[in-house]
């Protein structure tokens, strides 16, 4: 979301012009390729012999909410960031169905389409959830898993945000530029500064696409307070690593304890002092927390 204000038309004459640059400065190649009927856009870094290294991005947010890790995980792994359909430049799908089960399917055939797999698979949010359905479904397509804030577990304890959002409250429903400030001190710890431009950038985006979020956010959050991954943690095979923000406003800390204690080959890294987006807050301590665990992996 913070990098959605780049989306706004006020903005349209230098948008690609800023985006291009962001991306060429940090090393990364803009792709685009259309499987099952979607037409698919992900940003790729590193050697294009290394290990694979595919990292989903939350509710609302796109590609581009990796860019400040991918410089030092693309010293050495091919990184892949796709915006999932339905966000960022990937389309829309035909049906219509977001689920968590729909998109982690549909990841699947993105990875087989790349020929990917096996590759190390990880998302924050609403990706972690899709990464973690992959991992239980469809485990050959997964070396190891990094979790980041990740939904689909329940802990011991809700956020206020949480409980809001299971009572059926959509606080994403952005409107005015105080409803800006209220979502972005739910994902940071320290809030980013956002000028007023930007602000308004991303209300008149979030206006634009206000039908098609309250759908996607419906069908996940059927998915989360019905069919939570809890009781299917010990299933996994492959190694996990999780990386939880102590300060996220949004879920609760007490999930990835309970995760972490339900996953027989874990690992578990909370940082103080961060939030939900843990690579946009602190991408340097959660790029190594997640090499490290990386290089436990490799033979």
């Known amino acids: 979301m913070i990098y959605s204000f780049l989306t706004s038309p006020a903005l349209k004459p230098f948008r690609s012009l800023t985006r291009a640059f962001a991306r060429a400065t940090i090393g990364v190649l803009t792709k685009e390729c259309v499987v099952g009927g979607v037409r698919w856009s992900w940003i790729e870094a590193g050697p294009s012999d290394g290990e694979p290294l595919v990292l989903l991005h939350g509710f609302a947010g796109s590609k581009d909410n990796w860019l400040l890790v991918v410089p030092f995980l693309a010293r050495r792994y091919r990184v892949i960031c796709p915006d999932l359909p339905g966000f960022g430049e990937s389309g829309p799908t035909a049906s219509g169905d977001y689920s968590i089960g729909e998109q982690a399917d549909r990841v699947v055939r993105f990875i087989d389409a790349l020929a990917l797999g096996p590759c190390h698979l990880g998302g924050n949010s609403m990706g ?3 990464a973690l359905a992959i991992a239980l479904d469809a ?6 898993l990094l979790l980041l804030n990740n939904a689909g577990v329940d802990g011991p304890q809700l956020t206020p945000a949480q409980q809001a959002l299971k009572a059926g409250h959509d606080l994403f429903d952005i409107r005015n530029t105080d409803d800006v400030d209220i979502v972005v001190s739910m994902l940071f710890h320290k809030p980013p500064y ?4 930007a602000r308004q950038a991303i209300v008149a985006r979030q206006g634009r ?3 098609l979020d ?4 419906d069908q996940i959050l059927v998915d989360a307070v019905e069919r939570p991954f809890n009781l299917r943690l010990d299933e996994l095979t492959v190694p996990v690593l999780t990386v939880w923000g102590r300060g996220d406003n949004l879920l609760h800390v007490s999930a990835a304890c309970a995760q972490h204690d339900a996953i027989a080959r874990s690992q578990l890294v909370i940082l103080d002092d961060v939030g939900h987006v843990p690579m946009f807050e602190q991408p340097l301590r959660t790029a190594r927390a997640m090499l490290s665990f990386l290089a436990g992996r490799r033979g």
């Open 209 to 211: 696409r206000r039908k």
């Open 194 to 197: 956002l000028p007023w431009l």
């Open 139 to 144: 485990p050959d397509v997964v070396t190891s």
């Open 128 to 130: 972690g959830y899709i």
């Open 214 to 217: 309250r759908l996607i956010l």
